[in-house]
């Protein structure tokens, strides 16, 4: 089989260029239709802040970092969830 292959594009060389070429327009053609993406986002985006408020108890640290920051980043489109967590002198919104 190999031997009739390599015969064929020693005697008949037309045919063997005729399909390299076509090999390669149905390559760049396909090349063309494919996203630029080459590596996808496994993950979904995340964001995490971390302020830290030293000397406000925990209470102090919700009311006044967390709560403000909570009602801008839920303005956000396209934002699946939000979870904040506040300790005395830290505020965590993820």
């Known amino acids: 089989m190999f031997y009739s292959i390599i015969r064929l594009s020693i005697y008949k060389p037309f045919i063997t260029i005729s399909f390299v070429l076509l090999i390669s327009l ?3 053609w396909k090349l063309l239709q494919t996203s ?3 590596f996808p986002e496994f ?4 964001v995490v802040i971390q302020t830290e408020s030293q000397g406000l108890s ?3 640290v919700e009311n006044n970092v967390t709560r ?3 009602s801008y980043l839920a303005a956000i489109p396209n934002m699946d969830y939000l979870r904040s967590e506040s300790i005395a002198g830290l505020s965590v919104i993820t």
């Open 68 to 70: 403000p920051l909570e």
């Open 58 to 60: 925990a209470e102090q």
């Open 36 to 38: 630029l993406d080459i």
């Open 26 to 28: 149905f390559c760049s």
């Open 43 to 46: 993950s979904p985006k995340l």
